[in-house]
């Protein structure tokens, strides 16, 4: 017999119609629904995700879908619950898929990883939140974008993560307006991603707010513009587990640059974190922190112009390798910068409090003299070539 | 005479109208060596008799591979369908080269009592994986408890299986066919869907089915793989629990190659954690030795690095 798809789609939606109308409000056998709508969904389609709490038994895995759209009734009203997962632990998965649009629906309490993307192209998430109630059981990350080339994150939430609420990893061409990270140990983390923008986003009550690091992989993290954005008292304690890089960064901290190279920071709010503001950083200088790392990779051509600072850098505790050696350096303060890396340019107010760290062997020094590195900025666009 | 032409003309001539429009549209190359996806095994007549039986049927043949993936204690066993008179392209080190039209079976049961792996099999599902002219599709079919075919399932399904292990110890689990879409969880290099198993090193063993010759030597004596060395000079796995093939460290490595390599390699699913276990990695970082993880998340439990030489119970492996 020859397998008709078009003949799966109308029993489904059928079955679909069904359903729906005869659980509306429970939503216990919504999983079994839009799976079966998932498997059979075509090129030009909506899936649409009813209001009301969902719990799902398995993660959701599309992969090589083109062209559709799965649109809930908003992240306040279709949730989609995970806590009784039955096998793996990632809540959701777009493989290989391209031109998708996911909006309206809160990912809640996945055993590891909220939504993830993979090998993906042209992914729009919108009105997505992803959370967890209990951070000593959270996930490591909200939306995991691995991989993947024109991803838009536009009006999502993440709340809750243990590493980050957002991170970009190998991808390019990657844009978060408008969306907002709370309670995770990083905000937004953009790891070896290039040419990404942040803007119009709420990082706040996070440990860190944002983090740009080079990791030690083979692929590089630049082209990066932090524009508009409010980062505002991410003092979160790091609940990180120990073997995360993420751990030995402490908290404290509202953009963290680790050997990131072509990086504006502009027209953003920056107030209220304990130990620093911006703290530019590359692996050799973690590694005279006591961070092990195996990355020779440094910090290049870094932008700070017109941010608004306020009270960053007043009550360093400390914490993480990070926070110990600022603090033993009295180095906290808006913005701090580890002077081995090439080309820095601020132009900020005089009221911005600056340390530079001169970790060259066998001493380190510090320098609060900001006139040296005071430049005409590039274009941003010259920046991140987007 | 003149009534058997009276019938006969309208079937020539709507055969010949037929021909006619057929020769208008000629069938691509695409459209004729695409296989049909099936609703069911049975379907595909890759089997003789009850499927159960696993006999294989003409131009179908089973092999073995030296170390096998575990896959929750579950026997599996693998069948190659090839269409008529096509060839496998050798390679030393990459996946062999199967030909548009090449089906691969791989069957997953358990046998009642794992000290008799003939009897008594509950099969759970088959996988196919089908080279279709665009690249490799993957389709899965579920077993039911009538246990006389499978079906083809997009979603997947849960079924409880039970089984004797060869200590005599009673377990049962429920046992989960993926859906379709997790199939790219392994069977992906940077986005393409891949077979995993079908390389020489693997396929370098006597066969289940020729216990007294080489899988490969008798698929180059058929005909089928033409460009192979001598069987000396083909790579060879070892088998993971017999140390008559392999010292500890490259039974190991064997073992970690089929089992975690899959993702863990350079254009695997899991490449971002640079942490690479493939047969083929020789960069002591990349393989883990004192090297911090990355995205490892919880999984990492606390510990600090991949592998610690010597260690087995400080790193996180």
Aim: hydrophobic share 40%.
């Amino acid at each position: 017999m020859m397998f008709r798809p078009l003949s799966h789609v109308y029993l489904s939606f059928v079955l679909f119609c069904f359903t729906y109308t005869a659980t509306r409000g429970q939503n216990a056998v919504f999983e079994q629904v839009f799976s079966a709508r998932l498997s059979t969904v075509a090129t030009g389609q909506t899936l649409t995700i009813p209001p009301g709490v969902s719990p799902f038994k398995q993660g959701v895995w599309i992969d090589g879908a083109k062209g559709i759209t799965i649109t809930g009734a908003g992240m306040g009203s279709s949730i989609l619950d995970f806590s009784a997962l039955q096998s793996g632990g990632q809540a959701w998965q777009f493989s290989t898929c391209s031109h998708v649009i996911l909006e309206g629906l809160t990912i809640r309490n996945a055993p590891a990883d909220g939504l993830r993307l993979q090998n993906c192209e042209n992914i729009t998430l919108r009105d997505v939140r992803i959370e967890w109630a209990d951070r000593t059981t959270s996930g490591s990350y909200g939306v995991f974008a691995i991989n993947s080339k024109g991803v838009v994150v536009e009006g999502c939430e993440a709340s809750g993560a243990a590493h980050s609420g957002f991170v970009a990893v190998r991808c390019e061409n990657v844009i978060f307006s408008n969306s907002k990270a709370m309670k995770s140990v990083i905000g937004i983390a953009i790891e070896n991603a290039i040419r990404v923008r942040i803007q119009g986003c709420t990082l706040e009550n996070n440990s860190i707010g944002i983090a740009l690091v080079h990791l030690p992989m083979p692929a590089p993290c630049q082209n990066i513009a932090i524009m508009g954005n409010t980062i505002r008292k991410n003092n979160f304690r790091n609940f990180s587990p120990e073997s995360d890089f993420a751990n030995g960064y402490g908290d404290g901290i509202g953009v963290l640059c680790i050997s990131a190279d072509s990086v504006i920071i502009s027209q953003n709010t920056i107030e209220g974190h304990n130990t620093a503001g911006i703290f530019f950083a590359s692996h050799p200088s973690l590694a005279r922190m006591g961070l092990k790392t195996s990355d020779k990779t440094m910090t290049s051509r870094l932008f700070c112009v017109d941010n608004g600072y306020d009270r960053n850098g007043k009550n360093p505790d400390g914490q993480g390798a990070m926070g110990i050696f600022l603090k033993s350096h009295d180095a906290a303060g808006d913005i701090v910068y580890d002077s081995t890396s090439p080309t820095m340019c601020i132009r900020e107010s005089p009221t911005c409090v600056f340390s530079a760290l001169s970790m060259q062997q066998p001493g380190i020094f510090l320098s609060h003299d900001m006139a040296s590195f005071v430049c005409a900025p590039m274009p941003v666009n010259n920046i991140i070539k987007q | 005479m003149r009534t058997i032409l009276k019938y006969l003309l309208p079937v020539l001539g709507s055969a010949a109208l037929l021909c006619m429009l057929n020769a208008a549209k000629p069938l691509t190359p695409a459209q004729y060596m695409r296989v049909a996806a099936h609703q069911n095994i049975s379907d595909y007549g890759l089997f003789e008799g009850m499927i159960r039986n696993m006999k294989p049927a003409k131009g179908v043949f089973r092999y073995d591979v030296n170390t096998a993936l575990f896959s929750d204690y579950a026997y599996k066993a693998r069948f190659i369908k090839l269409p008529d008179g096509a060839k496998i392209a050798y390679d030393p080190a990459q996946l062999l080269e199967l030909p548009v039209g090449a089906i691969i079976v791989k069957h997953f049961y358990y046998p009642a009592d794992f000290n008799k792996p003939a009897e008594k099999l509950h099969f759970t599902e088959t996988r196919l994986l089908i080279r279709q002219p665009e690249g490799w599709e993957a389709l899965t079919y579920a077993w039911d408890e009538s246990q006389v075919d499978a079906t083809l399932t997009n979603m997947g399904s849960t079924m409880p299986v039970e089984w004797v292990d060869a200590q005599g110890y009673k377990h049962g689990m429920k046992y989960q066919v993926p859906p379709r879409a997790m199939c790219k969880g392994c069977h992906d290099r940077q986005g393409k869907m891949v077979p995993v198993g079908i390389t020489a090193r693997q396929l370098n063993r006597m066969g289940a089915e020729t216990p007294a010759q080489n899988q490969l030597v008798a698929l180059q004596k058929s005909g089928i793989i033409t460009d192979m060395p001598h069987i000396s000079q083909v790579p060879r796995l070892p088998v993971w629990d017999d140390p008559t093939t392999g010292d500890l460290d490259t039974r190991a490595r064997a073992w970690l190659d089929v089992n975690c390599g899959t993702c863990h390699n350079p254009e695997g699913t899991a490449n971002i954690s640079a942490f690479y276990l493939d047969i083929q990695q020789t960069d002591p970082n990349m393989l883990g030795l004192y090297k911090r993880p990355l995205f490892a998340g919880r999984a990492a439990a606390d510990l600090t690095y991949d592998i610690v030489p010597g260690r087995p119970d400080s790193p996180i492996l």
